[in-house]
């Protein structure tokens, strides 16, 4: 009886630490299926002729809804064009790199016999050499557990890409596409971002090979840049031309083409702080594309002149703000932007310097009522579907403000994870709780009138 207690503590014990890991396993499960439920992008476009893109997060549209990415914006010129005629589908793979996209790249083919493919990759492989054998996705690598703690281990290991934390020897990662389908790759190696050489050898004999594989197949191949050529884009975009030049493929240049908008248009209009294009550089990214197709034959009609009409013929979008309640009523204050960001009110006590936040530069000074209002979550509030915010006003903000003169500016904001971003830059910004902030405007000031 002594021995058959401890036992079955013993017993009561690992039988609650099993049940703890499947109810965790099975509570991941859930919260994955649900987040690709809400996050799943379709591809665009129903039409029997299609145009395949195929890349990493630049293909993908990170930080975008569904309409924002290159594949999305090309799908509205081609229905522009040719009403039902084409669907684009999107294969965007955030973080991958070209010899997995190649190792993919006939099963794509096979399952949507495209006419055309478009192709962007190649930053990822700075995170190794392909593996001579990529190993299969087992049962445990499969377990959400297992992906979780990887992904916290890699969170707290230094990260100097903009595209995915450094991963260690072999490794299997695990993105997700638009269409919810998610797509493991394998990185192994030391990281070669002292070897430029190496990095645009290797991406020119990938891009080359695949540009090949594209054309036995029948489809025209379309190779294209990144849009930010500054480190570490440098060496990736070059090895992307010379595939091009090589096999006498299609080239979009987006990198150069970005830099010949002219003095009219900002790089901020065009690439995020992170180098991921903005919605407008997606736009420029389509129309630039649509023109390749153009050349090529696979869509009729001519090429569009000018990629960045269309920007110059409006201002960058900004947030509206206006005071709407009544005098002697509770201070409301009311923005309008887009409905797929968040609203993000932001005081100061003068708006003579201005500040940034994430690389955007705000119309408000940095000062110490700009920090303590920037860290009250109530004035933070997402648009609605119309494309309006209406925030009250706190009672910590009326404090915080007195009765000295201030200013307001409502920012607009879309949050994300971001592995690699130094916490301690995060501890001196003003806005809590996130890991990665993409601005897409601010509002111009208005004067504080609470009192």
Not at 228 to 243: L, S
């Amino acid at each position: 009886m002594v021995e058959t207690r401890p036992r079955r503590r013993a017993l009561r014990l690992l039988f609650r630490i099993l049940l703890s890991f499947v109810v965790l396993e099975g509570t991941l499960r859930i919260a994955g299926g649900v987040y690709l439920f809400l996050h799943a992008r379709a591809p665009s476009g129903s039409g029997p002729r299609t145009i395949l893109c195929v890349g990493d997060s630049n293909t993908f549209g990170l930080w975008m809804d569904a309409a924002g990415p290159y594949p999305a914006q090309l799908a509205a010129l081609l229905e522009a064009r040719a009403p039902g005629a084409y669907g684009v589908v999107n294969l965007g793979v955030p973080g991958i790199n070209t010899w997995t996209l190649l190792a993919h790249l006939p099963e794509d083919l096979d399952r949507h016999e495209p006419e055309a493919v478009v192709l962007l990759a190649g930053l990822n492989d700075r995170w190794g050499s392909p593996p001579e054998g990529i190993r299969a996705d087992s049962a445990f690598d499969r377990l959400r557990i297992v992906r979780l703690v990887r992904l916290l281990s890699n969170r707290l290991r230094e990260s100097p890409s903009p595209e995915a934390p450094a991963p260690g020897e072999g490794e299997v990662i695990a993105a997700t596409m638009r269409d919810g389908e998610t797509r493991p790759f394998v990185v192994s190696g030391k990281p070669l971002s002292e070897d430029e050489a190496a990095l645009r050898r290797r991406v020119h004999e990938d891009f080359a090979a695949a540009a090949r594989l594209v054309e036995s197949r029948g489809a025209v191949p379309i190779l294209s840049t990144y849009g930010a050529d500054r480190d570490p884009y440098g060496p990736v975009n070059e090895g992307i031309r010379e595939a091009a030049a090589e096999v006498g493929s299609s080239l979009v240049d987006a990198a150069r083409a970005f830099r010949s908008g002219g003095p009219d248009i900002e790089r901020t209009r065009l690439l995020l702080p992170d180098d991921h294009p903005d919605r407008e550089g997606y736009g420029v990214l389509a129309r630039l594309v649509l023109n390749e197709l153009v050349e090529a034959g696979v869509v009729p009609g001519p090429p569009i002149a000018d990629p960045f009409e269309a920007m110059r013929d409006r201002p960058r979008p900004s947030p509206r703000l206006r005071w709407v309640s009544d005098a002697g009523a509770d201070p409301i204050l009311e923005a309008e932007f887009l409905p797929e960001f968040d609203c993000k009110v932001l005081f100061s006590r003068s708006a003579a310097k201005g500040t940034k936040l994430w690389g955007f530069p705000v119309p408000l000074d940095r000062d110490e009522l700009f920090e303590r209002t920037g860290a009250l979550d109530a004035l933070r509030v997402p648009f609605d579907e119309t494309g309006r915010a209406r925030i009250p006003i706190p009672p910590e903000a009326g404090e915080a403000i007195g009765d000295r003169e201030a200013v307001v500016g409502a920012v607009a904001v879309r949050w994300g994870l971001w592995p690699g971003h130094p916490p301690e830059e995060l501890a001196r910004h003003p806005i809590p709780d996130f890991l990665y902030a993409y601005v897409a405007g601010c509002s111009e000031p208005l004067a504080v009138r609470l009192r």
